[in-house]
T-cell receptor, first 114, second 116 residues
Framework: GENVEQHPSTLSVQEGDSAVIKCTYS??????FPWYKQELGKGPQLIID?????GEKKDQRIAVTLNKTAKHFSLHITETQPEDSAVYFC?????????????FGTGTRLTVIP | ETGVTQTPRHLVMGMTNKKSLKCEQH?????MYWYKQSAKKPLELMFV???????ENNSVPSRFSPECPNSSHLFLHLHTLQPEDSALYLC???????????????FGNGTRLTVT
């Protein structure tokens, strides 16, 4: 089965600096790579996703890059703000019976220091 | 408001109790999921109901029993749980297309379960 590894497990940055979280996956059949943000007391919320036919995607201060050959993908947050503090999860997916079968990383706790 | 509502938010139960977790989605999706979130472990997919098919993870113990009466409601029935079952249980929904194209999961805020 798929194995997703995520690093680092914790990350502290100064407000305004950039943050980068990296993930690797093992199954070359994976074709969908979402990133989720989980705030305290809440469920994970999708912040950005990328499909295997694209190498990079941006949405304002957030970007994701995908290297299919190396089987790794990264989340980049620029100009970080205190409200970016949360746990971030990467995931990789193929399809099973037409449903998502997401394999998640173990999460990165990001702290943005004002 | 996520569009996926889970109740209760917190649940404490003894090992001999029977309880149920409820999930309702207001997004018009056709697939629903139960995930287990434990500290320092990846989210674990427990069950999926998709396009009226149930997909199980064979490693889920029989003390967890899902029920999906329609595309908007999902239950997780619990009985004779163990302390190691204490975790955050997350419900999610998505819109699936028969061609297998992925669509984003929308999560609820979870039920924090403590088994004593």
């Amino acid at each position: 089965g798929e194995n997703v590894e995520q690093h680092p497990s914790t990350l502290s940055v100064q407000e305004g600096d950039s943050a980068v979280i990296k993930c690797t996956y093992s199954d070359s059949a994976s074709n969908y790579f979402p990133w989720y943000k989980q705030e305290l007391g809440k469920g994970p919320q999708l912040i950005i996703d990328i499909r295997s036919n694209v190498g990079e995607k941006k949405d304002q201060r957030i970007a994701v890059t995908l290297n299919k050959t190396a089987k790794h993908f990264s989340l980049h947050i620029t100009e970080t703000q205190p409200e970016d503090s949360a746990v971030y999860f990467c995931a990789a997916s193929d399809t099973v019976f037409g449903a998502n079968n997401l394999f998640f990383g173990t999460g990165t706790r990001l702290t943005v220091i004002p | 408001e996520t569009g996926v509502t889970q109740t209760p938010r917190h649940l404490v139960m003894g090992m001999t109790n029977k309880k149920s977790l409820k999930c309702e989605q207001h997004l018009g999706h056709n697939a629903m999921y139960w995930y287990k979130q434990s500290a320092k472990k990846p989210l674990e997919l427990m069950f999926v109901y998709s396009l009226e098919e149930r997909v199980e993870n064979n490693s889920v113990p029989s003390r967890f029993s899902p029920e999906c009466p329609n595309s908007s409601h999902l239950f997780l029935h619990l009985h004779t749980l163990q302390p190691e079952d204490s975790a955050l249980y997350l419900c999610a929904s998505s819109q699936q297309i028969r061609t297998g194209k992925n669509s984003p999961l929308h999560f609820g805020n979870g039920t924090r379960l403590t088994v004593t």
